[in-house]
């Protein structure tokens, strides 16, 4: 079974800093997929990144990027230039296809992040 | 475009009480899960359904069940309730195989008393 490990439970950081949360997964899988889903105090889950296991280059979403080291199973999220909407809960999630595509996400427990003005 | 619309958004129940927990989408999405998130950690796969008709077991099915009669609605039943349950209940759905887009309903907050 996958697992996904969030360390940080509360960050916090000034407003326009960079801020970068950490994920670690395990898994004895090639194939997969990681997302790093974005949770507001209205509690909508909301998908901030996604990378694909088998591409090498990391994914970038205007301020958001991530630092994905495959070998080491670490998917950690930057955030550039960090704004007072950026406050939420950030979970790391893992997902991996079957033949029937059945795919289901595993979250890590999240990182409360806290954009100070 | 509605999304995944789930109702209600609030509920207190008492112990031993049923209820259903209702989720509609109007994307013609194949796929649907139910998930509950407890105060501090991640979503958990309660149940899902593949298309109308099938649906299969997550993590933490026990006290749950489920039925999919359309490929729009995917109601999620909670029988004889306990304080366990208490939760935050999201159903979330997905096009088709292939694709990797969820899109998340905005939550049932539980408390069973």
């Known amino acids: 079974a996958q697992t996904v490990t969030q360390s940080q439970p509360e960050m916090s950081v000034q407003e326009a800093e960079t801020v970068t949360l950490s994920c670690t997964y395990d898994?004895?899988?090639?194939?997969?997929?990681l997302f790093w889903y974005k949770q507001p105090p209205s509690r909508q889950m909301i998908l901030v990144i996604r990378?694909?296991?088998?591409?090498?280059q990391n994914a970038t979403e205007n301020r958001f990027s991530v630092n994905f080291q495959k070998a080491a199973k670490s998917f950690s999220l930057k955030i550039s230039d960090s704004q007072l909407g950026d406050t939420a809960m950030y979970f790391c999630?893992?997902?991996?296809?079957?033949?029937?595509?059945?795919?289901?996400?595993?979250f890590g427990t999240g990182t409360r992040l806290t954009i100070i003005p | 475009n509605a999304g995944v619309t789930q109702t209600p958004k609030f509920r207190i129940l008492k112990i031993g009480q049923s209820m259903t927990l209702q989720c509609t989408q109007d994307?013609?999405?194949?796929?649907m899960y139910w998930y509950r998130q407890d105060p501090g950690m991640g979503l958990k796969l309660i149940y899902y359904?593949?298309?109308?008709?099938?649906?299969d077991k997550g993590e933490v099915p026990n006290g749950y069940n489920v039925s999919r009669s359309t490929t729009e609605d995917f109601p999620l039943r909670l029988e004889l309730a306990a304080p366990s349950q208490t939760s935050v209940y999201f159903c979330?759905?997905?096009?088709?195989?292939?694709?990797?887009?969820?899109?998340f309903g905005s939550g049932t907050r539980l408390t069973v008393v």
């Open positions: 979330a759905s997905r096009p088709r195989r292939g694709s990797y887009g969820y899109t």
């Open positions: 898994t004895s899988e090639s194939n997969y997929y």
């Open positions: 990378q694909e296991a088998y591409k090498q």
């Open positions: 999630a893992f997902m991996k296809p079957d033949d029937f595509g059945n795919e289901k996400l595993t």
């Open positions: 994307m013609n999405h194949n796929y």
């Open positions: 359904s593949v298309g109308a008709g099938i649906t």
